[in-house]
Each structure stands twice: as C-alpha cells, then as structure tokens.
C-alpha cells in the first residue's frame, strides 16, 4: 500500500524560504514519477513540480526559478524547496505519486502536471505567505 506523508509547511512572510518533504512509503517501482501540487483557496487543485526515476525535471511557469524539486532516493522523500515566496503561494501543498511511472518522452509539461494523472496522494501541508 503506498503513502505519502508531507511535513515543512507553515507560515512565512513574503520573500522567505520553505522546504517541504515528502516520506514515501509503499512506492517502490524503478520507473516512477512523483510530484508537488497544490490548492489555493477557492481554486482547483494545479501541477507545482514533476519528477521522475531519471532525475528529469518539470516545473509550473509560476514558480519556475522559484521553487526546486528533488528527491532522495535513499530515504524514499521527495523534497520541494520553495524560495522567493509569494502571498499567491499560499496554499495546500499535496505530494502525490504516479502508479503508471515516468510519462512519454513526448509528454508535454502541462500534461505531467496534470493531477489526474497521479493516483496517490498525501494528506497535505499547508503553506501560508503573508504580505
């Protein structure tokens, strides 16, 4: 059974730093993707940042240059650090796992981002950024 549990959020003022990480459990395949996404208040939930069993790399047009995903694979956590944080930011962070692993090499971004294309979740952390 997988699972995946978030810790690191919080509260932080405007330009601040956090670092979110995700413990996986269960979730064992050689050929992965997983990844951050979050719901702001009052909005669907949106693709932060993907990752995959190669180390490659997609991130939201919003927080690219911002935020970095990476993972440890020794200790089965997916990590999102976040930098230069923004009121707009504000939101439920959710890890979340792909269980048909790592997409298409022709797979465009806004399709790895998409959270129906994910099929475990975590629980959620919330981040809140104050002005």
């Known amino acids: 059974q997988v699972q995946l549990v978030e810790f690191g959020g919080g509260s932080v003022q405007a330009g601040g730093s956090l670092r979110l990480s995700c413990a996986a459990s269960?979730?064992?395949?050689?050929?992965?993707?997983m990844g951050w996404f979050r719901q702001r208040p009052g909005k669907e939930r949106e693709g932060v940042a993907v990752i995959d069993s190669v180390g490659s790399t997609w991130y939201a047009n919003s927080v690219k240059g911002r935020f970095t995903i990476s993972q440890d694979n020794a200790e089965n956590t997916l990590y999102l650090q976040m930098n230069s944080l923004k009121p707009e930011d504000t939101a439920m962070y959710y890890c979340?796992?792909?269980?048909?692993?790592?997409?298409?090499?022709?797979?465009?971004?806004?399709?790895?981002?998409?959270?129906?294309?994910?099929?475990?979740w975590g629980q959620g952390t919330q981040v809140t950024v104050s002005s």
């Open positions: 269960g979730y064992t395949y050689s050929n992965y993707c």
């Open positions: 979340a796992a792909r269980q048909s692993g790592r997409f298409s090499t022709y797979a465009s971004t806004s399709y790895r981002l998409a959270p129906y294309n994910y099929n475990y």
